[in-house]
């Protein structure tokens, strides 16, 4: 593998912002939000205990960063409660709502030890338990803190019932009755309220109101707040009479704790446990961490990697490991490893030097609108963002996620910020490559925007709805409910800025430091690959065999797209290139080992059109017979003279194309118009129709022609993706542009001439070359509307499975072909120089 040293941006850490404004016609106990400052080291707990005055009838939502102690604040909330009930200064039953079943052991352990006493809590999942129903219940209701999840206390049966049961409804109307009759307080404390807004419908919200009466205060705390869970906030706010404090804590890193972040590039679509890179990852923190914990997407990657080398690994280290993925009673063991799927949230991973490493979704996960393949990232952002922050000391995390397929850009963002993202192979500066970026503050006209182009359509509709019959009578969904409903999966499924690809959004986030508790270190790639002179087009061959890659695959994919997909997965691995003779590999550097680069482009073009690659074509092999290939190049002017037929030949409309494409097509179609430029303003003609041209050193070119030249190149060395093959330096002067400009329009021959009665040597044009897009079928210049239609026609019927029989037998390394990945490095703009030349 590949380690790649990185220095992130020092950027402020952005966050969804909750604020006076959301909530119209509440009630604010002051006249703004409270903005609380992290000490020294990164925690606002005891500040918030200053902040939130526990005998108020309110509620307080607490928006602050992951790590920065709101749990601990909770929990010392819980033991001031208990304390002042216990001392009989006033009573206080306090509810503590959790989105999972499994915090709420991690809330039992953390109450008692703060309290110093045991048996204080009562845990709703008793009631799944043969109970004598209301002969237990004042038992259970004799906890001063019962932990009840969302779902439960809403009366959300699930999936698979259709009612919740009768023994929890029965006791939670006896625990809402014995409060109001006994004077009790209760107290509301909702924990990561994001993570179960599916269960707040109108059906359920009137076992909502059943509290309305008894709770006296509600305090919700989050991380992650979306736009979705401000409707919930409404709702329980309504509990305690339409009244609202907000505290908001700023999002800094603490230096104290901050641990490393790693980006390890996985670029296969599916993901293989036993996977060398995966290994080596693993095994090279094996001496070193305290621990190691593994949290996965899918519950069968946890159990393949927990089943595999992976565990196996981990227990002979560490001893065991646990699987925590919902289908056992295991829950997180804070003392050895642990591999699943069910700490994503709620769990601190308090020892320090630890190895905590998270398998992202792969690259299928974002090809279709089904979000089943995201497995417990479903909702993006905020499932990133709190995965991550598992580690509360500092250690190291390693991200296993696909290479991003575009790049998040600010309008403000200049060419050498996506030049240090490009990373020499990951190029981003065709607009195809990157996605706008959208501050969070947008979110709500967003939804807005949709809402009402939505209901604009069918606004007569929804009136007439009014005049219906009692009994089908409905009313249409208000913006509220829009938003609460599928206002969070909108915008996650439409903008990459809102994580509609987490690994782009990822790749964003590292690079602008948005995480609180980690900095991105490094960019790991995931091995090495190593070319012979002479050899390259064989062990190309060898490493993306004919059956996934070939003749036929260019009728689906553009082959600008292909081109940026091979180029961008070979360099995602470590290159090597040894030379005929020599015994040491050496690196071979994105654009900097144009001979590599150029076989990249010679190889593709063998898969494009095979039947060009036989002895009758004058090539000294045959293709179909899977003879071993000849490294070739294309030469520079007939790469140019292809590119402008390309250029020239397109027929689609220019509004199909990207701005880059526009820009790079005028540019071959304004060097075409040298062809004849040269011949009418440089040449001698003779009467016999014959021209001749001046010598490269001798020419002089005009003044405009040379700044047109040397402007239509500069904008082909920015935007032709190809133009990374080609020493570009003679492009700089006149010479070198009017050499290349003869060679790609004409065919000529040294001679002499008499001139003005001088002797004077030339070239003499022995012919015009066809400009036409058939010499070199590859099409790097831009994406064509539909591949299948620009497809060269083969005259043979392809044999291209017999050639990938003898083909792949070459087993030279285990890599998967489908890793490709949309992206791709483009040159960086060079310095022009304009030399007079005469």
């Not at 902040?51 to 920065?68: D, F, P, R, S, Y």
């Not at 994105?590 to 009758?616: A, D, G, M, S």
């Not at 292809?642 to 526009?662: P, R, W």
Request: glycine share 4%; net charge negative; with cysteine.
């Amino acid at each position: 593998m590949r380690r790649t040293t990185v220095f992130p941006f020092d950027n402020p850490i952005e966050f969804k912002e909750i604020n006076h404004d959301d909530f119209q016609g509440y009630e604010f106990e002051d006249v703004d939000k409270t903005i609380v400052e992290p000490n020294e080291q990164g925690y606002i707990s005891d500040i918030l205990k200053e902040k939130v005055n526990l005998e108020t009838n309110n509620t307080t939502v607490i928006n602050a960063g992951v790590g920065q102690g709101k749990t601990k604040a909770v929990i010392d909330f819980i033991k001031w409660y208990y304390e002042t009930t216990k001392n009989n200064e006033d009573k206080y039953k306090v509810i503590v709502v959790t989105p999972f079943k499994s915090l709420n052991k991690e809330y039992r352990d953390k109450i008692h030890k703060a309290v110093g006493e045991d048996d204080l809590c009562f845990d709703y999942q008793e009631l799944n338990a043969k109970v004598d129903e209301e002969l237990d219940y004042p038992e259970f209701y004799s906890k001063p803190v019962q932990l009840i999840s969302v779902m439960s206390i809403l009366g959300d049966p699930g999936t698979v019932a259709f009612k919740q049961s009768n023994i929890k409804r029965k006791y939670y109307e006896y625990l809402i009755d014995r409060c109001a009759a006994n004077k009790e307080k209760v107290i509301l404390i909702f924990d990561e309220l994001h993570e179960s807004l599916e269960s707040f419908t109108p059906d359920l919200m009137p076992n909502l109101l059943k509290w309305k009466g008894v709770v006296y205060k509600a305090i919700i705390a989050s991380a992650t707040f979306t736009e979705s869970s401000k409707i919930p906030i409404k709702f329980i706010a309504e509990l305690t009479e339409r009244k609202l404090k907000i505290i908001e804590s700023e999002r800094v890193q603490s230096t104290h704790n901050l641990s490393e972040l790693h980006l390890c590039f996985y670029n296969q679509h599916t993901l293989n446990p036993e996977h060398q890179f995966l290994k080596d990852l693993v095994q090279l923190q094996l001496e070193t961490a305290s621990t190691v914990n593994i949290l996965c997407y899918s519950k069968n990657i946890a159990n393949e990697l927990y089943n595999g080398s992976i565990g196996t690994m981990l227990r002979e280290q560490y001893g065991s490991v646990t699987l925590c993925t919902g289908e056992e009673e295991n829950t997180f063991d804070h003392e050895s490893c642990n591999i699943g799927t069910r700490f994503k949230t709620g769990v601190s991973i308090e020892k320090e030097n630890s190895a905590y490493f998270v398998v992202l979704p792969l690259k299928f996960a974002y090809t279709g609108q089904n979000t089943e393949h995201l497995g417990i990232f479903t909702d993006r952002i905020n499932s990133l963002v709190q995965g991550l922050a598992r580690p509360r000391k500092k250690s190291k995390i390693f991200v296993i996620t696909p290479s991003p397929t575009k790049l998040i850009t600010r309008v403000t963002d200049k060419r050498d910020y996506i030049d240090r993202l490009s990373l020499g192979y990951l190029g981003f500066q065709d607009e195809d490559y990157q996605s706008r970026y959208y501050s969070l503050r947008q979110q709500e006209m967003f939804l807005k925007r949709h809402y009402g182009e939505v209901r604009n359509t069918i606004e007569t509709q929804i009136n007439q709805m009014e005049g219906l019959s009692d009994d089908i009578k409905t009313i249409y969904s208000s913006f509220d409910w829009f938003r609460l409903k599928d206002g969070d999966r909108y915008l996650h499924t439409q903008f990459d800025a809102y994580g509609k690809n987490l690994s782009n959004y990822l790749y964003w986030a590292a690079w602008n430091n948005q995480f609180v508790n980690c900095k991105l270190t490094s960019i790991i790639k995931i091995r090495t690959l190593k070319f012979n002179e002479g050899n390259i087009q064989s062990e190309l061959d060898a490493y993306f065999p004919l059956s996934v890659f070939n003749e036929n695959t260019f009728a689906e994919y553009h082959d600008k797209h292909l081109y940026l997909q091979l180029r961008n997965t070979l360099f995602s691995n470590n290159l090597y290139y040894r030379k005929n003779g020599e015994v040491d590999f050496n690196k071979i550097e994105p654009k900097r080992t144009l001979v590599f680069e150029q076989q990249i482009i010679h190889f593709i073009q063998r898969r494009k059109t095979p039947y060009l690659f036989e002895p009758i074509c004058g090539c000294t092999y045959s293709t179909r017979l899977g003879e071993k290939p000849v490294d070739a190049s294309v030469s520079k002017s007939t790469y140019f003279r292809s590119s402008i037929g390309h250029s020239v030949s397109y027929t689609d409309v220019f509004d199909a194309l990207t701005e880059s494409e526009e820009l790079l097509i005028t540019a071959y179609n304004g060097l075409l118009e040298f062809q004849e430029i040269l011949l009418n303003s440089y040449s001698i003609l003779q009467d016999d129709g014959t021209y001749f041209l001046p010598l490269d050193s001798k020419v002089i070119l005009e003044r405009m022609h040379s700044i047109k030249l040397k402007a239509l190149f500069t904008n082909i060395k920015e935007h032709d993706v190809g133009m990374v093959a080609f020493n570009k330096t003679n492009l700089s002067s006149d010479k070198g542009v009017y050499s290349l400009l003869k060679e790609m329009f004409y065919e000529t021959s040294s001679t002499t001439k008499t001139i003005d009665g001088k002797i004077v040597k030339c070239w003499k044009v022995n012919r015009i070359r066809d400009i036409n897009s058939s010499e070199y079928p590859l099409n790097l210049v831009h994406n064509v509307y539909d591949p299948f239609l620009h497809m060269p026609v083969n005259p043979e019927k392809s044999t291209t499975e017999e050639a990938g029989d003898v083909l792949e037998e070459v087993n030279l390394i285990d890599i998967d072909p489908d890793m490709f990945v949309l992206d791709y490095y483009e040159e960086t703009k060079d310095n022009i120089k304009r030399d007079k030349l005469f």
